[in-house]
């Protein structure tokens, strides 16, 4: 299950925050975490698909520190959560791999940056637990042609 959410990343300042509206970047996401669960019920999502930039923008809400980033990348379309931990190993750079789902409270929201999205482009999944252990592996994402079309409609 997936679902594609539009905004404009301009209508944000550095903080993450609105100030036309001053909601927060994250309150925005619960609002999409609530309409997926409402699509899909009783199924939340629990993987945040986002360009960098997006990645930026939750890590400014998150108030981290100048070493640390958000989101890990896909592997030929796939999450290796241990792959990731073993790259960041080697970085300068701490990596935050999940946040808390603000819906689903026991279940992390996988924050995973796919720069082949277009700006203002998230896609909220529920990705079933695979049975290797604690190693996530989504569907492979959507081909960027297709997130692209979805924008213009």
Known sequence: MEQHYKFKHADFNEDGINPKDGKFFLEVIRE????FHNRFSPLFSNCIFANN????????CLDLGNQEDCGMDSFDGEIDLDRSLELEKYS???MVFAIGSQLNLDEPMWL????DMVEGMVI???VPDSDEGDEVRPEVP???????SKLER
């Not at 930039?53 to 400014?60: A, E, F, G, P, V």
């Not at 959507?142 to 692209?148: A, Q, R, S």
């Open 124 to 126: 909220l999944k529920y």
């Open 53 to 60: 930039s997006t990645m930026y923008l939750i890590k400014n």
């Open 32 to 35: 999409w975490e609530l309409d």
């Open 92 to 94: 300068k750079r701490t």
């Open 142 to 148: 959507v081909g960027t042609e297709k997130i692209k």
């Open 112 to 115: 995973v940056r796919n720069d």
